[in-house]
């Protein structure tokens, strides 16, 4: 019977079937036989978070404009369906044709976060490929990576063939084109890793030997294959208005996350929080021109009928044509009756006019990110915003009619005292009084902030890599102190779960040690551990313990700045240079000016061009 | 403004879409297909719609019916079929479009019944087994309302029940039952007919709705 057939008689039994089903408009479904490869993109979480990435749009439909690829998507099924899945013997399958992903030529996983990696695990064990790489052999499916994560995938580098570093338009297009004259070949897997390996951003990790120190530190990371480049630099795209943006995008039938079209008007991040990945991996910043963003709108409202659109980036006010794009899409989307939202918007008197523009309806809340309480510690993590900024977007919203103010905060921060921790409470209450302030015939009636508070976890590639982390019980205490420090009752606490981030603090340090300690871990049955309800913290326990090692070792150290690191042979254009300069800035309390007041000197230069050549 | 009458079908390829999947889907092809669909007034405008009766999860279809408004007057109507079918997913089609002034009924709410045929798995059925159940006074089943789960008798709401055609173990069936306001689920009376019919034991499968009614007429 095939896998379609089988479907049939299960779907019905769990829970939001359409996430399995396919068949959505404008997804591709090519005849295998008309195909050279077949590549499975896999996003190793449910399926309402996958179709809300936008990568996986983007390079699904760029692979599926190449005639001779057929790309198809794969989501981690729910465990409910996992359980019909086994039941009925069902493996892995694709949506589009609903073949089986051991059938694929490539099994790529985008990385999106560190907590899904056991997920990527289980999703090779339901296709019925080998986990580790070592013990694929001819005929199976070549997995590879690629996404943020992938600058250290040392934790999953023994599951993974080969990975793709930095932007994945052009790269991906090359890997394809190397893939076919590897078929006609003839020669052996090996050949193939080999071919790639000497392609800039391609990184083979069985290529590298890792030694260590006594002390469990790395001695040194090597190739063992001439092909390998010693550094493995990222790739980016220079020119965004030349580059493959889809015309159209996957409609799903169900609710997903960002069930909307998203139009990327820049790429990287001018500012430089201290704490930040985002802002170090994706330099330089490069933009799209209004005329690239208007075309690709209106293709995608006529192309999706979606009824929402929004602008992505990681901080749109940076955005160096906003007025223009914003008067332009406001015209279109009114004709179109389409609602733009506007995420990540600093709030000063053009945004407060814009959002009062377009969000005619609904005054939900706004959000600000202050990250830390005092001015002290902003300053540490470089976040470039002072009290007065604060209060005086809170006035200008307050008077715009909003009542509702989301603040985010980190707790855990390098040189945080409980000083800091309480400050958090002094700038809510500053936002509550700036309200009181307010005649009342200027202001809505009542007012409520949110104070929603994340625990810091040290990343690679930002000035913080080499700090130790808090642990949870220290977490807890801060939080508890800051709960405490809250009296207003128009002022409500939000937090997340600590465990989680000591977890993820691990892994998005760790090297290729913990890849026995993740397959140890998924064989207890740890899975979709970004989820409260399937997160086992005391099943990770027992896998650490088993392989023996100490999670303290990478989250609750403090590095030494000559220590080599697990990721230092990938090379993100930012040197680590500048990353200990930045650090050593940080226990100044000196901040840095954003790229577009003054070159810091990162090195993202090297890549010749974005912001750095403006 | 105008409000015209859609007669659509659903395949089994699609039939997993729920209700509010449903609308969201159709809202969107239309806005595709570049009509222009009207919408409501106030604070949260949405568009004007009205599906006749929602079809069940799981059902596939030829005869639903939902009415759909315009901020426009169309004089080709086969046109708009055509232009709506381009925007369509697979698996749903539109199979005719009238001006509702010209339909048996003028609104929706007066369906009361739907016509489906129903496929079964059945161990075994003796011949007769579905007069005998039809001759029941009463057909108490457990049944899904508003207000919960209660003991509902079902049989006013069977109209017509029928072998279709037996092929194996598979046994097809049609049947009229009460749709809209009352509503009962093809899957309940195979339940029901397991239960109580002599010579009568089977797994429901599937159903498809043929068409929906009015009394004894079609609707459309």
Not at chain 1, 37 to 60: N, Q, T, W
Not at chain 1, 260 to 284: T, W
Not at chain 1, 290 to 318: F, H, R, V, W
Not at chain 2, 120 to 146: H, P, Q, S
Request: contains cysteine.
């Amino acid at each position: 019977m095939r896998i379609s057939e089988k479907l049939d008689q299960i779907l019905m039994k769990v829970q939001k079937p359409t996430r399995y089903m396919g068949g959505e408009v404008n997804s591709i479904v090519k005849d295998p036989s008309s195909v050279e490869i077949r590549f499975a993109f896999c996003f190793p979480d449910v399926y309402e978070i996958g179709m809300s990435h936008l990568g996986i749009k983007i390079l699904y439909h760029l692979l599926n404009s190449l005639d001779y690829v057929s790309c198809e998507r794969v989501f981690t099924p729910w465990p409910d369906m996992q359980e019909q899945m086994k039941l009925h013997g069902i493996p892995l399958f694709s949506l589009e044709t609903k073949g089986k992903v051991s059938d694929f030529d490539f099994v790529g996983f985008t990385l999106q976060y560190e907590m899904c990696y056991t997920n990527i695990l289980n999703m090779l064990d339901l296709a019925g490929i080998p986990l580790y790489s070592r013990d694929r052999g001819e005929g199976c499916p070549f997995v590879c990576a690629g996404g943020p994560c992938a600058y250290n995938c040392e934790p999953i580098a023994d599951f993974l063939d080969f990975v793709m570093m930095g932007e994945g338009e052009e790269i991906i297009c090359e890997v394809m084109e190397e893939y076919c004259r590897w078929k006609k070949s003839g020669a052996g897997r090996i050949d193939f890793l080999k071919r790639i390996a000497q392609i800039e951003g391609i990184y083979v990790p069985s290529f590298y030997d890792v030694s260590y120190h006594k002390d469990g530190t790395i001695a040194a990371v090597a190739p063992n294959q001439k092909e390998a480049k010693p550094v493995v630099r990222k790739r980016i795209i220079s020119d965004l208005d030349h580059v493959f943006y889809p015309d159209k995008i996957v409609v799903p039938f169900g609710e997903v996350v960002f069930d909307r079209i998203m139009l990327e008007v820049f790429r990287g991040c001018i500012r430089g929080c201290r704490f930040c990945q985002a802002g170090y991996i994706y330099r330089p910043v490069r933009e799209k021109s209004p005329d690239t963003l208007m075309q690709s709108a209106k293709c995608l409202i006529q192309n999706t009928g979606y009824e929402e659109i929004s602008l992505s980036s990681l901080s749109t006010s940076d955005y160096t044509r906003l007025p223009e794009l914003a008067e332009r899409l406001t015209a279109e989307t009114e004709k179109a009756k389409v609602s733009l939202s506007l995420p990540s918007l600093r709030i000063d008197n053009f945004s407060i006019g814009l959002m009062q523009q377009v969000q005619k309806v609904r005054k939900s809340g706004l959000t600000f990110a202050p990250e830390a309480g005092s001015q002290r510690l902003r300053d540490v993590i470089n976040k470039g915003i002072t009290e007065e900024d604060v209060t005086r977007s809170a006035e200008l919203a307050f008077r715009g009619g909003w009542n509702h103010i989301k603040l985010y905060f980190m707790i855990g921060l390098p040189t945080e005292t409980d000083k800091d921790v309480t400050a958090i409470a002094d700038l809510a209450r500053a936002v509550i009084r700036t309200y009181d302030n307010i005649p009342k015939s200027e202001r809505a009636k009542n007012v409520n902030v949110t104070v929603s508070v994340s625990s810091f976890v040290p990343k690679a590639f930002t000035p913080f890599q080499w700090e130790k982390q808090d642990t949870p019980e220290e977490l807890v205490r801060k939080q508890k102190l800051l709960q405490g420090a809250i009296t207003d009752k128009r002022i409500s606490l939000k937090w997340h779960e600590s465990s989680v981030s000591n977890l993820e603090g691990v892994f998005s340090r760790g090297d290729r040690r913990l890849s026995a300690v993740l397959a140890a871990a998924y064989q207890k049955g740890c899975l979709f551990d970004s989820w409260d309800e399937y997160f086992q913290p005391a099943l990770w326990e027992e896998a650490f313990a088993e392989c023996g090692i100490d999670p303290a070792f990478y989250n609750r150290r403090k590095r030494s700045l000559e220590e080599i690191l697990p990721w230092e042979h990938i090379d993100v254009g930012v040197s680590n240079e500048f990353f200990r300069r930045e650090c050593q800035k940080a226990y100044e309390g000196k901040t840095t000016a954003n790229c577009r007041a003054a070159c810091a000197g990162c090195g993202a230069n090297c890549f010749g061009g974005g912001v750095c050549y403006e | 403004m105008s409000k015209l009458r859609f007669k659509y079908g659903c395949d089994a390829c699609v039939k997993y879409v729920s209700h509010l999947d449903f609308v969201r889907m159709m809202t969107r092809s239309i806005r595709r297909a570049g009509l222009p669909l009207s919408y409501s007034q106030g604070f949260n405008p949405h568009p004007v719609m009205t599906v006749a009766v929602p079809l069940s999860v799981g059902m596939s279809s030829e005869g639903e019916l939902m009415d759909i408004s315009f901020d426009e007057e169309f004089e080709d109507l086969d046109a708009l079929k055509e232009q709506m079918n381009a925007a369509l997913p697979q698996g749903f089609y539109v199979i005719e479009i009238k001006d509702p002034a010209k339909s048996h009924l003028d609104g929706l709410k007066y369906i009361d019944k739907g016509e489906y045929r129903v496929c079964a798995v059945c161990k075994n059925a003796a011949a007769g087994f579905e007069a005998d159940f039809l001759a029941m006074d009463r057909i108490m089943m457990e049944k899904k309302t508003k207000s919960g789960i209660k003991d509902t008798d079902i049989r006013p709401m069977i109209d017509q029940l029928s072998v279709l055609e037996q092929n194996g173990n598979q046994i097809t069936f049609f049947m009229r039952l009460a749709a809209g306001a009352v509503n009962l689920k093809p899957q309940l009376v195979v339940d029901a007919l397991s239960r109580y019919a002599e010579g009568f034991c089977g797994e429901y499968l599937s159903s498809h709705r043929i068409a929906l009614l009015s009394g004894e007429k079609n609707c459309f």
